[in-house]
């Protein structure tokens, strides 16, 4: 049982590049996220999911993308990098429902030039 | 927007217990009070949550005020590996999403 899994743990881009950060649970939770943190500050939303084919946005979507193919996976994309991305992203999955907690991933570290 | 009102910062000495207070005055009979832990370069880590009864486990105790309004999560006693961000969460029961505040930063002084 690894948890939750996130690739890769560093990134470096130039501004403009695509890249997809990914997640994975292999504890059968319904509902992943994914939070940006940038340096000395608080957790962010940017988006979540309570299901395969379901996504929703958080509290700062934009420049991101998300997609639910599986239980698994929710990878994380971000279609042209600004260096305003510069963060430590997050992955978080969980059963749904109000009693069940949070598991988070070791987190990426993503620089943008 | 998070729900919930926290100190923004804390200390405490090494061996003595720590009472970190939060504040949800909005919250509904079925949100669920969920704290969570930040150390230095990690993620977040779940300590304990409740609903209406106090809890305890290994890691802390949960005292919940009996309106709900408020909650106080207790260490026992402190050590230095305690002084982490400490965050007071409400789930929200309507989708499922989890809002982090800003938490307590909490130290700890030996």
């Known amino acids: 049982n690894a948890g939750v899994t996130q690739t890769p743990k560093f990134q470096v881009l130039k501004t403009g590049q695509s890249m997809t950060l990914q997640c994975a649970q292999d504890m059968n939770h319904e509902y992943m996220s994914w939070y940006r943190q940038d340096p000395g500050m608080g957790l962010r939303l940017i988006h979540y999911?309570?299901?395969?084919?379901?996504?929703d946005q958080g509290e700062v979507p934009n420049g991101y993308n998300v997609s639910r193919s599986t239980t698994e996976d929710f990878p994380l994309r971000l279609l042209s990098a600004a260096p305003s991305q510069t963060s430590v992203y997050f992955c978080?999955?969980?059963?749904?429902?109000?009693?069940?907690?949070?598991?988070f991933g070791p987190g990426t570290r993503l620089t943008v030039l | 927007d998070a729900k919930t009102t926290q100190p923004n910062s804390m200390e405490s000495n090494e061996e003595e217990p720590v009472h970190l207070p939060c504040n949800h005055s909005t919250i509904s009979g079925t949100d669920y009070i969920h704290w969570y832990r930040q150390l230095p370069s990690q993620g977040p880590e779940y300590v304990i949550h409740g609903l209406t009864s106090n809890v305890n486990n290994r890691m802390a105790s949960l005292a919940i005020a009996e309106d709900r309004k408020s909650s106080t999560l207790i260490l026992h006693r402190a050590t230095l590996r305690d002084a982490a961000v400490y965050y007071c969460i409400l789930r929200d029961d309507r989708d499922d999403k989890i809002i982090f505040g800003k938490g307590t930063r909490l130290h700890i002084l030996p």
């Open positions: 999911s309570v299901g395969a084919g379901i996504t």
């Open positions: 978080a999955s969980s059963r749904t429902g109000d009693g069940n907690t949070q598991y």
